[in-house]
T-cell receptor
Framework: ETGVTQTPRHLVMGMTNKKSLKCEQHLGHNAMYWYKQSAKKPLELMFVYNFKEQTENNSVPSRFSPECPNSSHLFLHLHTLQPEDSALYLC??????????????FGDGTRLSIL | SQQGEEDPQALSIQEGENATMNCSYKTSINNLQWYRQNSGRGLVHLILIRSNEREKHSGRLRVTLDTSKKSSSLLITASRAADTASYFCATDYQGGKLIFGQGTELSVKP
C-alpha cells in the first residue's frame, strides 16, 4: 500500500470513446504528477500540479486533459486517443516539488489499451 | 536533454551475489533518486541522495554519487530472488520534474 490509489487498473477503449483515469493520494502531499510509461521507453512526465495549480505541461497532446480539483485528487480525461497512446499511466505524489529533495510515491497505474 | 542513462540495460545474477547498476546524467542536480518497479506495479522509492552527499546506505542498498562525473551507482548486496525488478535512476530538473532513465532489468536466479 503506497498511499496512492489509481482506478481503473485496466482500461480498454476505442479511439472515439471518452474516459477518465482517477488518482487519489492519502498522504497529505501537495504535489501530484501524471506519467506515461511505454514499452522500451523511459517514463515520460506529462503534467505536474502543485497546490492544485498546474505547473508543468510537458507538450502533451490536447486529447489528454488533466484536472486537479484538490490536493488529494487528480484526473486524466481522455478523448479521441490514438493507438500509440496505449501505455501504463502512472500517478505520483510528493510532499513538495522534487527540487526540494522530495521522493515521489507512485500508484500501481492504469494499463490503457486503445483499439 | 537531462535524461539519465542506466548501465547495464539487463543484468542476470545468482542469489547471494552482488548487483551493481550505474546511472549517468547530463546537467546539474539537487538530488538523484533510485526507484524499483516490479512487473505490473508502480515505482517504489528506494533512496534519495543529495548533490552534496557522496554515499548513502539503506539496508542492503548502497548508493554513490559523483557529481564531477555526473554519475551514480546502486549496489545491492547479497541479492535475493525477490530483488528481481527494474531499477531506475531519476534526477530532478528545473525544480519540479523528475527525469527517469531507461532502467536496468535485474534478474536474480534462485
Amino acid at each position: 500500500e503506497t498511499g496512492v490509489t489509481q482506478t481503473p487498473r485496466h482500461l480498454v477503449m476505442g479511439m472515439t470513446n471518452k474516459k477518465s483515469l482517477k488518482c487519489e493520494q492519502h498522504l497529505g502531499h501537495n504535489a501530484m504528477y501524471w506519467y506515461k510509461q511505454s514499452a522500451k521507453k523511459p517514463l515520460e512526465l506529462m503534467f505536474v500540479y502543485n497546490f492544485k495549480e498546474q505547473t508543468e505541461n510537458n507538450s502533451v497532446p490536447s486529447r489528454f486533459s488533466p484536472e486537479c480539483p484538490n490536493s488529494s485528487h487528480l484526473f486524466l480525461h481522455l478523448h479521441t486517443l490514438q493507438p500509440e497512446d496505449s501505455a501504463l499511466y502512472l500517478c505520483a505524489s510528493s510532499q513538495d516539488l522534487v527540487g526540494f529533495n522530495q521522493p515521489q510515491h507512485f500508484g500501481d497505474g492504469t494499463r490503457l489499451s486503445i483499439l | 536533454s537531462q535524461q539519465g542513462e542506466e548501465d547495464p540495460q539487463a543484468l542476470s545474477i545468482q542469489e547471494g551475489e552482488n548487483a551493481t547498476m550505474n546511472c549517468s546524467y547530463k546537467t546539474s542536480i539537487n538530488n538523484l533518486q533510485w526507484y524499483r518497479q516490479n512487473s505490473g506495479r508502480g515505482l517504489v522509492h528506494l533512496i534519495l541522495i543529495r548533490s552534496n552527499e557522496r554515499e548513502k546506505h539503506s539496508g542492503r542498498l548502497r548508493v554513490t554519487l559523483d557529481t564531477s562525473k555526473k554519475s551514480s551507482s546502486l549496489l545491492i548486496t547479497a541479492s535475493r530472488a525477490a530483488d528481481t525488478a527494474s531499477y531506475f535512476c531519476a534526477t530532478d530538473y528545473q525544480g519540479g520534474k523528475l527525469i527517469f532513465g531507461q532502467g536496468t532489468e535485474l534478474s536474480v536466479k534462485p
